[in-house]
Nanobody, 126 residues
Framework: VQLQASGGGLVQTDHSLRLSCAASGRTSDLYTMAWFRQVPGKEREFVSAISSVGRTFYADSVKGRFTISRDNAKNTQYLQMNSLEPEDTAVYYC?????????????????????WGQGTLVTVSS
């Protein structure tokens, strides 16, 4: 499975962006899908995840502002980011697992994911 993230860019505080992550290859092996983010010098941070049946998980820092969704027919997941803050500035990575185990443990553990996209940069200016 290959994952391709897109949709990043430069926005002002309180504005919105929508990230997309398109999956290709053996997508029947794709179950949980997720977003992580990382800034230089820090560990990769969990943002949100969605199980194969639509159960969602969010980091406390984005709850109420971000919405994750997926379109299984298009093998694509989305992250709608509203009310963006400078603290949201990071490279956003999409991830997926091949057996659903990530969602069984809350979706937030990067070690539970088997597939990773290349990242898309989100910059929020104040």
């Amino acid at each position: 499975v290959q994952l391709q993230a897109s949709g990043g860019g430069l926005v002002q505080t309180d504005h919105s962006l929508r990230l997309s992550c398109a999956a290709s290859g053996r997508t029947s092996d794709l179950y949980t899908m997720a977003w992580f983010r990382q800034v230089p010098g820090k560990e990769r941070e969990f943002v949100s995840a969605i199980s194969s049946v639509g159960r969602t998980f969010y980091a406390d820092s984005v709850k109420g502002r971000f919405t994750i969704s997926r379109d299984n027919a298009k093998n694509t997941q989305y992250l709608q980011m509203n009310s963006l803050e400078p603290e949201d500035t990071a490279v956003y990575y999409c991830a997926g697992d091949r057996d659903g185990r990530a969602s069984l443990i809350g979706g937030r553990h990067p070690g539970a994911y088997d597939y990773w996209g290349q990242g898309t940069l989100v910059t929020v200016s104040s």
